[in-house]
T-cell receptor, first 112, second 112 residues
């Protein structure tokens, strides 16, 4: 599976937008980009995923670079509840692909 | 609205004891997964079941066995627990590949 690179940690002020970057220079044409987050003492929670086009949902937006070698998770207005570890994960859409490989993620701190 | 339910939530074992961690999902999902998470690390896949009746090894299967009892239930067994298996164990499920995974709240397992 292709690898992703994320900063270890980031800080944001409450109520400001947050842009969480992810590099995936070895992504293949069939790899989906998934984002999950993990709040303290909880299991991971799905945030968003996409293939080529930018995606929006009620939680966040996913901006995918034109060459797909990087992507950015955008939280439009950070709240204290958004403080978590955010994981960027690639998954092949090929037949028999059932695995997600979690790295260490980015720990987001939100400052009141 | 239970989602993915894991039992027990906490467990302490002695080295050499055996134990089965239970996982059940009520979303009629085809695929189920077992991960472990060590302090400060991302999740690592132990075993997964792409569909009822099938199981496959993940990244770190040694020392574990699994059973996909039916579509709802996927158990993880430690036959002879070792201190290196002290970890938080997460179960997850999803409908199919490239769909969101839904995680349980985890089982915190300590082996003395």
């Amino acid at each position: 599976d292709a690898k992703t690179t994320q900063p270890n940690s980031m800080e944001s002020n409450e109520e400001e937008p947050v842009h969480l970057p992810c590099n995936h220079s070895t992504i293949s044409g069939t790899d989906y980009i998934h984002w999950y987050r993990q709040l303290p003492s909880q299991g991971p929670e799905y945030v968003i995923h996409g293939l080529t086009s930018n995606v929006n949902n009620r939680m966040a937006s996913l901006a995918i670079a034109e060459d797909r070698k990087s992507s950015t998770l955008i939280l439009h207005r950070a709240t204290l509840r958004d403080a978590a570890v955010y994981y960027c994960i690639l998954e092949s859409s090929g037949a028999g692909s059932y695995q997600l490989t979690f790295g260490k993620g980015t720990k987001l701190s939100v400052i009141p | 609205n239970a989602g993915v339910t894991q039992t027990p939530k906490f467990q302490v074992l002695k080295t050499g004891q055996s134990m089965t961690l239970q996982c059940a999902q009520d979303m009629n999902h085809n695929s189920m997964y077992w991960y472990r998470q060590d302090p400060g690390m991302g999740l690592r896949l132990i075993y997964y079941s792409a569909s009822e009746g099938t199981t496959d090894k993940g990244e770190v299967p040694n020392g574990y066995n699994v059973s996909r009892l039916n579509k709802r239930e996927f158990s993880l067994r430690l036959e002879s627990a070792a201190p290196s298996q002290t970890s938080v164990y997460f179960c997850a499920s999803r409908e199919q590949s490239n769909q969101p995974q839904h995680f349980g709240d985890g089982t915190r397992l300590s082996i003395l």
